[in-house]
């Protein structure tokens, strides 16, 4: 089978934050201005330090480059909050699940700076240049990550058995991302977000494809069909996900999914997100 994304995309970017921390500012400072830029609660300032200490958020890692994969973090940490909130899910499993995507690709740089791994990034000018990563961190690094997180690496056999709690990061995930190289992280489709991921880590995606789901195939325009995890992902996870969650929705707050049905998800959590974050804006 082969996996054609949406042609609708809806996208839910920042606004510039008035007053942005400077690299100069005292670290509380910092953190005090990134909850208020992204409208984190005072309860996850011990997450946006961790962030900060990775080297994935704020001024410094704006200025080497890195801050994007901070912002990925919280793009799909508010995610999370609107899905809790819609599945009723008690404070400390809210606090607990959240903690964790906040952090879930906090490592990413310190992993990609290993000498083996062969990723930095410098400052030409024609602006941030980065090395590429080489296939042996893929084909290491992206095989499983630790605890709930494992569900963001590629191996999603077994996704069937997934928790509440699992399938949740794994949906946040697949919604954020850039939409090409060079730009910020935004909140998409995951159907976009997917397509993309598989145009811009053939490699990678073909490799995993060929060991772990042969079946299924990605083919892009003019090109021959190929073995594809993420046509695994976006064909088989992501629906069986989606209609998970809003099955589960459905009987924590029936009146929300009323006349809806489960592709209707990623409408429904962006409504919610322009309602509780005043800083969200739509674009088309």
């Known amino acids: 089978m082969t996996i054609t994304p ?67 973090c919280i793009f799909a940490f508010r995610m999370g909050q609107v899905l809790c909130e819609l599945l009723e899910m008690e404070h400390q499993e809210t606090e607990d699940l959240c903690s964790e995507i906040l952090l879930h690709d906090a490592d990413i740089r310190n992993r990609k700076e290993l000498p083996e791994n062969n990723m930095s990034c410098s400052n030409t000018p024609e602006g941030l240049q980065f090395m590429n990563t080489t296939q042996t961190y893929y084909m290491t690094e992206e095989k499983s990550h630790e605890g709930i997180a494992h569900v963001t690496s590629m191996d999603w056999l077994g996704w069937e058995s997934w928790t509440l709690a699992e399938q949740v990061m794994r949906y946040v995930d697949s919604c954020v991302g850039p939409l ?82 489960a592709t209707d998800l990623f409408d429904i959590i962006c409504k919610k997100l322009k309602l509780k974050f005043a800083n969200f804006v739509e674009k088309s």
């Open 6 to 72: 949406l042609q609708a995309i809806e996208l839910y970017p920042l606004l510039n934050l008035q007053f942005p921390p400077h690299v100069e500012d005292e670290q509380s400072e910092i953190i005090t201005r990134l909850l208020i830029q992204y409208q984190i609660p005072q309860d996850y300032a011990q997450y946006l330090q961790i962030l900060l200490d990775k080297g994935v958020l704020g001024p410094q890692a704006q200025k080497e480059g890195w801050d994007n994969i901070g912002e990925h």
């Open 180 to 261: 090409t190289r060079q730009s910020r992280d935004v909140i998409m489709h995951w159907s976009i977000r997917i397509w993309n991921l598989a145009l811009s880590k053939q490699e990678m995606d073909q490799e995993y494809g060929q060991m772990l789901y042969p079946e299924y195939l990605f083919q892009n325009d003019g090109e021959e069909p190929r073995p594809s995890a993420f046509a695994y992902l976006m064909e088989v996870v992501m629906p069986g996900i989606e209609q998970s969650l809003f099955d589960a929705i459905g009987k924590a707050n029936p009146s929300i999914v009323l006349d809806r049905q």
